[in-house]
């Protein structure tokens, strides 16, 4: 039954489109909401605040989720931080 779940929870992601999430853009029929996971994943470390209060590039947001999950030992696997980053930079661009 586990395995069950978890095989839905990673068709989800590949599947269903990803949507950024904020405002009237709320992501719809993802397994989980994208603005969830990052508060859930970066507030580990600091404050969803102070994460965005920044503005990015693309880039630049995928240089800083991907030093705090290598170097920092953010707890995000590399779907995960495909997903923030599109959030990021869609929401939170420059």
Not at 13 to 38: C, H, M, N, R, W
Not at 39 to 45: D, T, W
Request: hydrophobic share 45%; with cysteine; charged share 25%.
């Amino acid at each position: 039954m586990t395995r069950l779940i978890m095989c839905i929870v990673v068709v989800a992601f590949f599947i269903l489109p990803i949507v950024s999430a904020q405002g009237a853009e709320k992501p719809t029929g993802l397994a989980i909401d994208v603005e969830v996971l990052f508060e859930k994943k970066c507030s580990a470390c600091h404050s969803f605040k102070k994460a965005t209060d920044q503005k990015k590039a693309q880039a630049e947001w995928t240089e800083t989720v991907m030093r705090m999950k290598n170097k920092n030992g953010a707890p995000v696997n590399g779907e995960e931080a495909k997903i923030i980053i599109e959030y990021l930079a869609k929401n939170y661009g420059k």
